[in-house]
């Protein structure tokens, strides 16, 4: 049978590791300052994440709204003035396409409309297209970067602190010279903390920035649909005129 003093003295350990691993706010309180900073980095980058997040999502929900009224109206007009006149108020890439193509359209007028004429409109109002895609595109992805940094630095950045607190608990096992495990739970605990700080600040960035890639990949395929629709128009209107020149002709 175990000795009373002894068996104290067990229940005295196990008693204190439990309240410190319950208490979060002593735990950061208690751990060395290294751990602490390692703390700090990655709530700041939880937040950035969750900023983002927010940012994104608005500024997302947004350009998909304003692209499924563009595309609309693309869709219903007849000739690229109609388009234009239905997208006045309209400021996204969409609308922007459609009045790079009506200006284009109406620099024919200064020619006469030969194949070859037609055929270096359009290739100019695809290459105007492509580049306000890119812009459009690039404007959503910023954050996106910052994001993914978050997801792939956040554990490892956890881990830092996960071996500094471990390396802690086998100081202090050293200077007192025993493994109570009074003296060696601080260590631990800081050191498991800062790893779930890390895993908290990475899982969400990752699949935060998984989720506005694929909103960002479906806006890019309505957009390719409204150049599209631009480019149907466009060369409706160069067959028009084609055709009202050679009747002009004869």
Not at 48 to 76: N, P, W
């Amino acid at each position: 049978m175990a000795h009373p003093l002894f068996a104290q003295s067990i229940a005295s350990d196990l008693a204190a590791p439990h309240g410190a691993s319950t208490d979060l706010v002593s735990i950061i309180l208690a751990a060395h300052w290294v751990v602490q900073a390692v703390m700090v980095i990655l709530a700041v980058a939880a937040f950035a994440a969750l900023t983002v997040m927010v940012q994104k999502i608005a500024e997302l929900t947004l350009a998909h709204r304003a692209l499924r009224r563009s595309t609309k109206a693309l869709t219903v007009a007849p000739d690229l003035a109609a388009a234009v006149q239905a997208l006045t108020q309209q400021r996204d890439p969409a609308s922007r396409m459609a009045r790079v193509a009506a200006d284009e359209f109406s620099g024919l007028a200064e020619f006469p409309l030969t194949p070859d004429y037609a055929h270096a409109a359009q290739q100019r109002t695809r290459l105007a297209m492509e580049r306000i895609e890119a812009s459009a595109l690039a404007r959503l992805r910023a954050g996106s970067g910052l994001l993914a940094s978050i997801g792939a630095t956040s554990p490892f950045i956890g881990l830092f602190g996960t071996v500094f607190g471990i390396m802690n608990a086998f100081l202090a096992i050293a200077e007192t010279k025993t493994t109570s495990l009074a003296v060696v739970a601080p260590g631990i605990a800081e050191a498991l903390f800062a790893t779930a700080i890390g895993l908290l600040a990475a899982i969400p960035a990752v699949l935060i920035y998984n989720g506005l890639s694929r909103s960002i990949t479906g806006f890019r395929r309505k957009l390719a649909d409204a150049a599209a629709q631009i480019e149907r128009l466009l060369s409706r209107d160069i067959d028009r005129r084609s055709a009202v020149s050679n009747q002009s002709a004869g």
